[in-house]
Structure formats: structure tokens, C-alpha cells
């Protein structure tokens, strides 16, 4: 729209920067901006509307052609619109033929000495009862108990030695890792 380089950008937000001051430079810029983005969506607007104007004239313009066109093969062919068809079997058009009357009469009479016919009662199904099933009793658990490989001491040994801490054992993964032994 406008030609602007950039070192005419720099030199107006210089000014601008003087001008106005650091303080109130941020302010004012978006004040501006709010006033361009105005200032397109009127234009935008502007433009739609023009444009439907223009579409609209020339709508105008293509269904007055159109017109013209249809008169003049109207006018140029003198065509009648098509006659509604007659019924050539019969004498009369307005009255039916005789047979047909005769026709008609005995299939009225044939059904009116027809019995209406018969509907069977209706069956009412009633859902069997559903036995629910027993709930299922779990098993109770069990607790598991701890083997010791250590034979069980007498009392009397265990009373004259003094109480030692048991020799922890290592886990195989550990030990299988360190030397390959298991325990």
C-alpha cells in the first residue's frame, strides 16, 4: 500500500520514541493498532458491500438477457401447449363404457359376499424365571510359612552362648553377579 523501507521505520520510531517518551510508546502503539485494524475492517466491509452491489447489477443485467432470449423463441415458434389426452375406446368421454360399468358392479358384489377375515388371539409370552446363580466362595488364603535351614537349639546350649546375630544371608542374583556361587 504505502512504499515504507525499513530505514524510514527506524527513523519515524525514533522520532516517535523522542516524542512521545519511553513511558507512553507502548500505549500509544496499541492505541494505533486498534485504529488500523478499524480502519481495515471498515474497508473489508466497504469492499464486500461494493462487490454484492456489483454481483447484483449484473444479475440484473444476466436475467434481463435471459427474458429476452425466451420472448424472442416464444415469439419466433407460436407453440400451443400440449391438448390433454381423450380416451378413444370409449363413445362418450365423459361417461365410462358399459362393460366397465358391468365389470365394476359384479367385483363389488364378489367381495361383499367374502366373510371378513379372521385374526388370531393374541399370544401373550411370558419370560421363564431366571434362577440366579450362587455366588462362588473363594478360597481362603493361606499364609505361607517361613522355612529356617538353622536346626532348632536346646534351651540349655542357648542359655550358656551368648546370643550372636544370625549370619544374613545373600540373595543369588547378588551372588551369581559377583562370583557365579549361589549360597
Do not use: Y
Amino acid at each position: 500500500m504505502f512504499d515504507i523501507a525499513w530505514s524510514e521505520m527506524l527513523l519515524i520510531g525514533g522520532v516517535a520514541l523522542v516524542v512521545i517518551g519511553p513511558k507512553e510508546l507502548p500505549g500509544a502503539l496499541r492505541t494505533a493498532g486498534q485504529a488500523i485494524g478499524k480502519i481495515r475492517r471498515m474497508a473489508a466491509e466497504f469492499q464486500g458491500q461494493f462487490n454484492d452491489a456489483m454481483r447484483e447489477a449484473e444479475l440484473t443485467d444476466l436475467k434481463k438477457q435471459v427474458d429476452d432470449i425466451g420472448n424472442s423463441i416464444q415469439a419466433s415458434t407460436n407453440f400451443d401447449p400440449i391438448e390433454p389426452m381423450k380416451d378413444f375406446g370409449a363413445t362418450d368421454a365423459s361417461k365410462p363404457a358399459a362393460a366397465d360399468d358391468k365389470a365394476m358392479k359384479d367385483a363389488e358384489a364378489t367381495l361383499a359376499a367374502l366373510p371378513a377375515p379372521e385374526f388370531p388371539a393374541p399370544v401373550s409370552i411370558e419370560p421363564a424365571p431366571v434362577a440366579e446363580p450362587a455366588p462362588e466362595e473363594k478360597p481362603k488364603r493361606r499364609r505361607k510359612t517361613v522355612a529356617t535351614e538353622e536346626p532348632a537349639v536346646p534351651t540349655e546350649i542357648a542359655a550358656e552362648e551368648p546370643a550372636a546375630k544370625p549370619a544374613r544371608k545373600r540373595k543369588a542374583k547378588a551372588a551369581e553377579a559377583e562370583g557365579g556361587e549361589t549360597a
